[in-house]
C-alpha cells in the first residue's frame, strides 16, 4: 500500500512560484509511475505532470515550460516546481502513483487512472 502526503501549498501572485512536495512510503515496486493533479471548483480533476521509473516526463499542454516535476534519488519525495503562475493555475493538488502493469502507459498518457493517492494541497494564485 502506497502512501502519499502532499505539502507545500500556499497563495502566491501571478508571476510567481511555489514548489510541491509529496512524501511517498511503501513504494517498493521497480516500475511505477508518480505524478501530479489538480483540481479546481466545480472542475473535473486534471492531469499536470507525471513521471516514470525510468526518469521520463510528460507534462500537460497547459504548464509546459512553466511547472517541473521531479524526484529525489530515493524516491521518497516528489516534487512540482510551479514558475510564472497564473490564476488559472489555483486547485488543490494531488499526487499520485500507480504500479500497475499498465504504469508506463498511464505515465505517457497522463492517464487518471491511478491506484494511489493523496488528500491534496490546497494552491491559491491572486491575479
Known amino acids: 500500500q502506497v502512501h502519499l502526503v502532499e505539502s507545500g501549498g500556499d497563495s502566491a501572485q501571478a508571476g510567481g512560484s511555489l514548489r510541491l512536495s509529496c512524501a511517498v512510503s511503501?513504494?517498493?515496486?521497480?516500475?511505477?509511475?508518480m505524478g501530479w493533479f489538480r483540481q479546481a471548483p466545480g472542475k473535473e480533476r486534471e492531469p499536470v505532470a507525471n513521471?516514470?521509473?525510468?526518469?521520463?516526463?510528460t507534462y500537460a499542454f497547459s504548464v509546459q515550460g512553466r511547472f517541473t516535476i521531479s524526484t529525489d534519488n530515493t524516491k521518497n519525495t516528489l516534487y512540482l516546481q510551479m514558475n510564472n503562475l497564473k490564476p488559472e493555475d489555483a486547485a488543490m493538488y494531488y499526487c499520485?502513483?500507480?504500479?500497475?502493469?499498465?504504469?508506463?502507459?498511464?505515465?505517457?498518457?497522463?492517464?487518471?487512472?491511478?491506484?494511489?493517492w493523496g488528500q491534496g494541497t490546497q494552491v491559491a494564485v491572486a491575479s
Open positions: 499520485a502513483a500507480d504500479v500497475s502493469d499498465s504504469w508506463f502507459r498511464k505515465c505517457v498518457w497522463l492517464s487518471l487512472e491511478f491506484g494511489y
Open positions: 511503501q513504494l517498493t515496486a521497480d516500475n511505477y509511475c
Open positions: 513521471i516514470g521509473s525510468d526518469g521520463e516526463t
